[in-house]
């Protein structure tokens, strides 16, 4: 169902929705005096919950997977994979309150820790350390976090290997002070 165009001077966009009011496709068209027309197209897939699952880019006639995304039976990302390739795949992981613990890929990794890890124990939410690991570095980088007691960061101390231990300090970052909203001044 097509509600809306917009037309300017050379352009003209129009979006067609889903019974849900989603966008399914939206499509640009650009004309300019004396040049053929362009159009190009984005199409917007969606799964069985209405959740976005593909984005798909056409040019000239030629379409192009942007975007796929796959959930879990709990509605959690689980996977999204990029530019119609398996080789820029992410895949999430969750803990059993469905707390994000990981994100792993081929270009990138990375792991949040609660009530495991390298900071004090956090059962509320709170992140207590983080690792990450870029591309094919070997190099394993992280932060362990500190808060007070409600529950508002204090610190981040850095560290390199799995221990968060080697390199100690040298990205660490400290909070001096939080405003009467709770915004961090510094």
């Not at 001077?9 to 040049?35: E, I, N, Q």
């Not at 689980?78 to 530019?83: E, F, I, P, Y």
């Amino acid at each position: 169902m097509e509600r809306y165009a917009f037309r300017y001077r050379y352009d003209v966009t129009s979006t067609v929705y889903t019974f849900t009011d989603k966008p399914a496709t939206v499509t640009h068209t650009h004309t300019a005096s004396g040049k053929d027309s362009r159009t190009e197209a984005y199409t917007y897939s969606y799964d069985h919950a209405d959740r976005l699952s593909k984005v798909e880019h056409t040019l000239g006639g030629a379409k192009v997977t942007l975007a796929a995304y796959a959930y879990d039976n709990l509605g959690r990302l689980q996977s999204k994979s990029l530019h119609g390739s398996d080789a820029d795949r992410q895949a999430y992981a969750y803990n059993v309150r469905g707390w994000l613990t990981g994100i792993s890929g081929t270009k990138f990794t990375q792991n949040l820790y609660y009530n495991t890890g390298n900071g004090p124990a956090k059962y509320n939410g709170s992140i207590s350390s983080m690792t990450w690991k870029a591309g094919t570095a070997s190099t394993v980088r992280g932060y362990k976090s500190t808060y007070d007691g409600l529950d508002r960061l204090l610190n981040a101390t850095y560290g390199e290997t799995a221990g968060i231990s080697t390199n100690a300090n040298r990205f660490s970052e400290n909070v001096t002070g939080y405003d009467k909203n709770g915004n961090i001044k510094g």
